[in-house]
């Protein structure tokens, strides 16, 4: 707060004197507050958000937001025939290179590219969570999105819930093993259009595998909450147990689509379970 000018010496000198002694007393205030605010980070809080923020959703991909047959049927396809042509066009770029690279060193220093594609390919035969992979297959995904030959399909109540929980002042997130670029793009060309501003973060492995449960409390605090304020939503149990030994709240779904058999029960795990995002009470 900007001081008052006084018009006669002695009211300005006393007026001076009652500033500082506020300033002082506001700067003992801001050390308690600050003695607080730590004492909070040590426990997990963050003072900032305490009691005046709402639930962070963090969900998954795959089987989450998007059928899992979109990426095994669309995706991983489109990347595997797609892989030999991107590595000989880009293969000597750095931020390709590096990936290639970390993989020829993994395999016991394989020296030549095509090798290193046929690794890649069956790995993606496997449904590997590599991160190299998951970095390559993002950019070669960039060019198909780019040239349309596709388009990211979620199931008809991801988006309206999206935008509900985004409205009323949830913050959302994503938490796949797919590459951040990837999930971006995913994101970015959806039947619906761009969702990318919907969101405050996107993680991948690089924070750590999705069954760590370091990996989420790492998340929590990227996003500046506590784990006790982030939901996560997967349809993964031994991840939502992950989740569940960090601290977070956890919300089992289980789309008919992709699990004909209800998982309820022992199946669950303990987990809220939820067959839509319609469903889901943050």
């Not at 590595?87 to 590096?98: I, K, S, T, Y």
């Not at 058999?261 to 795990?269: C, E, F, K, S």
Request: proline letters at 4%; a negative charge; aromatic letters at 8%.
């Amino acid at each position: 707060m900007k001081a008052t000018i006084l018009t006669d010496i002695e009211g300005t000198t006393g007026a001076l004197r009652g500033t500082a002694a506020r300033a002082g007393e506001r700067r003992a205030m801001d050390g308690r507050a600050g003695n607080r605010g730590a004492m909070m980070r040590r426990h997990g809080r963050h003072p900032d958000h305490a009691g005046t923020m709402k639930t962070t959703i963090l969900t998954d991909i795959e089987g989450t937001t998007s059928s899992i047959s979109f990426v095994r049927d669309v995706l991983f396809p489109y990347a595997r025939r797609a892989l030999p042509a991107f590595v000989a066009a880009h293969g000597q770029e750095p931020g390709v290179r590096r990936w290639l690279d970390q993989v020829a060193a993994e395999e016991g220093g394989i020296c030549q590219d095509e090798v290193i594609v046929e690794t890649l390919q069956g790995w993606i035969d496997q449904d590997r969570k590599h991160t190299a992979l998951k970095a390559l297959q993002g950019m070669v995904w960039e060019a198909g999105y780019r040239h349309r030959d596709f388009t990211a399909p979620l199931y008809p109540d991801v988006v309206p819930a999206l935008h509900a929980w985004h409205a009323a002042g949830h913050g959302l997130a994503v938490y796949s093993s797919g590459s951040v670029p990837a999930q971006k793009l995913l994101f970015a060309h959806t039947e619906a259009g761009d969702l990318t501003p919907l969101f405050r973060g996107f993680f991948d492995t690089e924070v750590g595998h999705k069954r760590d449960a370091d990996s989420y409390r790492l998340i929590a605090d990227r996003l500046d909450r506590s784990v006790g304020d982030v939901v996560f939503l997967s349809d993964v149990v031994a991840e939502l147990d992950a989740a569940r030994e960090a601290g977070m709240r956890t919300v089992l779904l289980d789309r008919l689509e992709d699990y004909p058999q209800p998982r309820t029960g022992d199946a669950a795990n303990g987990h809220a379970r939820a067959t839509s995002f319609a469903d889901i009470r943050p």
